[in-house]
């Protein structure tokens, strides 16, 4: 039975208090949800970081350890620890900082820049709790999440030098090329975890054609040395998973990724939505993943050699 990797994205930094009563803000928060997010099936969880005070996205390595610690502790879950960080504006040594200090399995690394704007979330009426929260989705209008070659390669060498791996964020073709322009210049190693994403505004469309010319790209570039994984925003999240599982690849979800479970309905949780692919997923024949087979499937280091 092949078996399909779930990714459970937990907090993100897209996403503001305001929009969710269930998105978690605090380390035991975030540690609660992800150990729930393991425990319904998710084999790596992908983390960010907040300020516990006003829910702020933060790169503060301090306030990781507070949840990774716990979650290593509780579950055999593969922790993967964003370097997007406190947010997109953020210098790459501070969006990275918690990767460098703790030195985790696995990484999150976005493959080049891309106009991310998120402002659209700005203009919908809701209470909003926090001063900051209409001001930062605005500003996205006039940002560049910068991911340069540069910056790429001071993550491959500082970050994967100690041996932890990457989740290759790939928000458009063209970062198909550039992970494979690293590959040729042997600063990553199969098997790739590449996870294409689709929907979000200035990335790659969702349209069923667009996710059949990332995979054939993919393809093409990589042939039998990765593992392909999709990442569908918002109202795309369920579906393309969905595709992503018969097409046979492996699946995020995650509250960072969508807030919804179903039309017009809060999921309540991150295990919410893992529960709901892991069925979907289950009844197409397929099985899923634990975190030691995924572990073997990704060549990771394992959790007793991280720094945590």
């Not at 150990?35 to 996205?57: F, Q, T």
Request: hydrophobic share 40%.
């Amino acid at each position: 039975m092949r078996k399909i990797i779930i990714t459970a994205a937990i907090t993100g930094g897209a996403h503001t208090p305001s929009m969710s009563p269930y998105l978690p803000v605090t380390p035991e928060e975030i540690a609660d949800q992800a150990i729930e997010a393991v425990k319904a099936g998710a084999a790596i969880v992908h983390l960010h970081a907040r300020n516990p005070e006003d829910g702020r996205p933060t790169g503060d390595p301090e306030i990781f350890r507070q949840f990774v610690s716990r979650i290593k502790s509780e579950t055999d879950a593969i922790v993967n620890v964003s370097t997007g960080g406190g947010g997109p504006g953020m210098p790459i040594d501070e969006r990275a900082a918690a990767g460098v200090a703790l030195k985790p399995e696995m990484c999150s690394l976005n493959m080049g820049s891309i106009n991310l704007n998120l402002s659209e979330m700005a203009s919908k009426e809701r209470n909003w709790k926090y001063g900051w929260e209409v001001e930062h989705l605005n500003a996205t209008k006039d940002l560049v999440f910068r991911n340069t070659f540069s910056d790429i390669e001071w993550i491959l060498q500082t970050i994967g030098g100690s041996g932890t791996r990457f989740e290759f964020e790939c928000y458009d073709v063209s970062h198909l090329y550039t992970l494979k322009y690293f590959l040729d210049k042997g600063l990553v190693k199969p098997p790739l975890f590449i996870q294409t994403i689709f929907g979000l505004r200035g990335a790659m469309g969702a349209h069923i054609e667009d996710v059949l010319h990332q995979k054939r790209t993919a393809d093409r570039l990589f042939g039998s040395d990765y593992h392909w994984s999709v990442l569908g925003a918002g109202k795309e999240q369920l579906p393309l998973a969905t595709l992503a599982a018969i097409m046979g690849g492996n699946v995020r979800v995650g509250l960072e990724d969508s807030l919804y479970i179903g039309r017009g309905e809060l999921a309540v949780s991150n295990a919410a939505q893992v529960r709901k692919i892991r069925k979907i997923i289950e009844e197409l024949g397929f099985g899923v993943a634990t975190p030691d087979e995924a572990r073997e499937m990704l060549a990771l280091k394992g959790a007793s050699n991280t720094a945590f």
